[in-house]
């Protein structure tokens, strides 16, 4: 056994994708037409056999949750007279850079929303909160875009504060991964939602990380439940340079595109420049500010090939 897996087993139940696929027996779930357009809208890559072995046996455990805690509001009530101030439910997703966090959270968006318990999900992404791409190049901070002293932490912690203590019409940045910067004057306005899903690469930093010291709270003090979207490296550095391709195709021939200039490479040139930023910024930025914050989470996707989860470990 390795020291990894023996830390793992020592913290966390272990599904294989069987198993945790039957997990979702126990209730019976369906998905009409309508809720199937709408993930196939999310990403059509990804398999409708993966949204219910993998994604609709985690949104009945989160939906369980979620209904423990509202359950704990009425007992508050009960002894206070008078029904606690709402708090959204707040979950964290964590991962590398291309690993699929924001599709795996559209996915669960979409698939809490369905719960009659609790319908407002809302989503924002902590890629907002990056600074401005200006004020990386006046800081030397381009190489480092996603690393913890790249985000505005303070900004980003008043923020998810904000939330959780129940305030309406609080705003975010909006990034755009086309301009590789924040849309100017444009924000995401969040208003009292039952759940916040938060997905980003540093939701699950805290004070013992060398990277992300400086700061009194973080954003995981908020947080209700994180889950951790993990793959081998081999495979993320694959990941990414197919979504490069992809976009040199699509998005980067775009006037307003910051890598316009990219549109242009070769497959063999594209390919090179997208596997030396893995090797340069995203790479190091995994291992030294996200793989260690793996074992935080509540709950672990571990994926192979293709996008597919594995197995599931889920903190005991
Ligand atoms: N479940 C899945 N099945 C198949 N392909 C997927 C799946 N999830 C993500 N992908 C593909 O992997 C790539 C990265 O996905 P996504 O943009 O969701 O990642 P991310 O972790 O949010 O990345 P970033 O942090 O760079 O924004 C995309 O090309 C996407 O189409
Ligand atoms: C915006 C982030 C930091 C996270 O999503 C990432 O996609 C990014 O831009 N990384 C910097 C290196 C790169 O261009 O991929």
Redesign the pocket.
């Known amino acids: 056994m390795t020291q990894e897996s023996r830390q793992q087993s020592a913290t966390y139940l272990n599904f294989s994708q069987r198993q945790w696929a039957h997990l979702r027996d126990s209730v019976p779930l369906t998905l009409t037409d309508q809720d199937l357009d709408a993930l196939r809208g999310i990403n059509e890559q990804v398999s409708l056999k993966e949204v219910s072995d993998i994604y609709l046996p985690l949104s009945r455990l989160l939906n369980l949750i979620v209904n423990s805690q509202q359950s704990r509001g009425v007992i508050l009530e009960k002894f206070l007279g008078k029904y606690p101030s709402r708090r959204p439910y707040i979950i964290s997703i964590a991962g590398s850079?291309?690993v699929g966090k924001s599709t795996t959270a559209r996915i669960l968006q979409a698939l809490l929303q369905r719960w009659p318990e609790h319908p407002k999900v809302d989503l924002v992404?902590t890629?907002g909160f990056?600074y401005p791409l200006e004020d990386l190049k006046q800081r030397e901070l381009l190489h480092r875009?996603?690393f913890p002293e790249?985000y505005d932490v303070k900004h980003l912690v008043e923020f998810v504060a904000a939330i959780k203590s129940g305030e309406q019409g609080v705003t975010a940045p909006v990034?755009s991964?086309v301009r590789?910067d924040r849309i100017p004057g444009k924000e995401i306005e969040i208003n009292q939602p039952d759940i916040l899903i938060l997905e980003?690469?540093n939701v699950l930093q805290n004070a013992q990380d060398a990277g992300a010291q400086g700061h009194s709270q973080y954003v995981s003090d908020y947080v209700d439940f994180s889950i951790y979207v993990d793959a081998p490296q081999n495979l993320l550095k694959q990941w990414?340079i197919e979504r490069f391709l992809q976009f040199r195709d699509t998005a980067f021939s775009r006037a307003d595109s910051y890598f316009n200039h990219y549109a242009n490479l070769s497959d063999e040139q594209a390919f090179e420049t997208a596997g030396h930023?893995?090797d340069t910024?995203?790479g190091p930025?995994l291992v030294q500010n996200i793989l260690p914050t793996r074992e935080r989470a509540s709950l672990i996707l571990k994926k192979g090939p293709d996008h597919l989860v594995q197995q599931v470990l889920l903190s005991k």
Do not use: E, P, R
């Open positions: 850079v291309a992404t890629d990056l875009k996603g790249s990034y991964h590789y980003g690469l990414y930023i893995w910024i995203n930025n």
